[in-house]
């Protein structure tokens, strides 16, 4: 599990990366916990005291966690998380604070837990299993499809969008394979999740990728700041995955029927 620390006070933050450290190796040596693992060499954590700095490193850096100081000297926490959600909205976030002024404010934004400052270890323990349980519940969710090939189970998380050929359904991931197998998108709607949006007749998209809609278009990329291109149908036969045949960034195209409803669903999603 990877983990994001962001406060403005060191001894604070190397205060909590020792406990979430003593609590992976505490579980660890524990057999009968029944809480979700916590393996210490598995669970990384990475500090960082300036927002700025942590959300340079979302960019390219899948955090599943993230512990977030409301106060971040003259900026806000809840700002800060609601940022980090829009890059990644599958990211769990846990504030922490000395005040108990915010403690309504943060249920603006999705979040797991809200820990008091000085951060008691067995609040904290109580914390990350709640985090890890519902990371893990959405690792959990998988879309099947079948082919000649064989049967596969792709992870939600790691779909960027579906794309309809013909009788094909193309199956997009941010790993660069494309998933074919014959189909419409109605058979697969029960397995997709609310971040899941049709935009076209050809075209579903995965909100957890969508970083920007502009020009009736959504962009989609499995890693921010790369090129925009346009997407183009692919063909073949459906059998098993294939290599892509665009670049890492693309413009999916949004019907003039689904617009408003496309905006709708993204400005909700964004407002998480």
């Given at each position: 599990m990877r983990i994001a620390i962001c406060d403005d006070d060191p001894k604070a933050s190397s205060s909590l990366y020792q406990d979430i450290t003593k609590i992976a190796e505490e579980q660890l040596n524990t057999p009968q916990n029944t809480e979700p693992s916590l393996d210490p060499v598995m669970t990384r954590s990475d500090i960082f005291a300036d927002p700025d700095e942590l959300l340079f490193a979302a960019e390219s850096e899948h955090y599943d966690l993230a512990f977030i100081d409301i106060e971040l000297g003259d900026q806000s926490g809840i700002r800060l998380s609601n940022h980090l959600l829009r890059i990644h909205p599958d990211?769990?976030?846990?504030?922490?604070?000395?005040?108990?002024?915010?403690?309504?404010?943060?249920?603006?934004?999705?979040?797991?837990?809200?820990?008091?400052?000085?951060?008691?270890?067995?609040?904290?323990?109580?914390?990350l299993y709640a985090a890890q349980r519902k990371i893990l519940s959405l690792k959990d969710k998988f879309l099947t499809i079948s082919n000649k090939q064989g049967v596969f189970r792709i992870p939600l998380q790691e779909i960027l969008f579906l794309e309809k050929s013909r009788r094909l359904i193309l199956v997009h991931t941010a790993d660069g394979e494309v998933f074919k197998t014959y189909g419409k998108f109605s058979d697969f709607e029960d397995s997709l999740d609310s971040l899941f949006f049709q935009c076209h007749t050809s075209y579903i998209v995965n909100f957890r990728y969508v970083s920007e809609m502009s020009d009736r278009k959504f962009l989609v990329s499995a890693r921010a700041g790369l090129q925009v291109s346009i997407v183009h149908p692919l063909h073949g036969s459906a059998e098993g995955s294939s290599s892509p045949l665009y670049s890492p960034a693309q413009a999916i195209p949004i019907s003039k029927t689904y617009y408003t409803q496309a905006r709708e669903a993204f400005l909700k999603c964004l407002r998480r």
């Amino acid at each position: 599990m990877r983990i994001a620390i962001c406060d403005d006070d060191p001894k604070a933050s190397s205060s909590l990366y020792q406990d979430i450290t003593k609590i992976a190796e505490e579980q660890l040596n524990t057999p009968q916990n029944t809480e979700p693992s916590l393996d210490p060499v598995m669970t990384r954590s990475d500090i960082f005291a300036d927002p700025d700095e942590l959300l340079f490193a979302a960019e390219s850096e899948h955090y599943d966690l993230a512990f977030i100081d409301i106060e971040l000297g003259d900026q806000s926490g809840i700002r800060l998380s609601n940022h980090l959600l829009r890059i990644h909205p599958d990211i769990q976030i846990i504030f922490f604070s000395g005040y108990d002024d915010y403690y309504l404010d943060v249920y603006n934004v999705d979040h797991v837990y809200f820990l008091k400052k000085p951060v008691d270890p067995e609040r904290l323990k109580t914390a990350l299993y709640a985090a890890q349980r519902k990371i893990l519940s959405l690792k959990d969710k998988f879309l099947t499809i079948s082919n000649k090939q064989g049967v596969f189970r792709i992870p939600l998380q790691e779909i960027l969008f579906l794309e309809k050929s013909r009788r094909l359904i193309l199956v997009h991931t941010a790993d660069g394979e494309v998933f074919k197998t014959y189909g419409k998108f109605s058979d697969f709607e029960d397995s997709l999740d609310s971040l899941f949006f049709q935009c076209h007749t050809s075209y579903i998209v995965n909100f957890r990728y969508v970083s920007e809609m502009s020009d009736r278009k959504f962009l989609v990329s499995a890693r921010a700041g790369l090129q925009v291109s346009i997407v183009h149908p692919l063909h073949g036969s459906a059998e098993g995955s294939s290599s892509p045949l665009y670049s890492p960034a693309q413009a999916i195209p949004i019907s003039k029927t689904y617009y408003t409803q496309a905006r709708e669903a993204f400005l909700k999603c964004l407002r998480r």
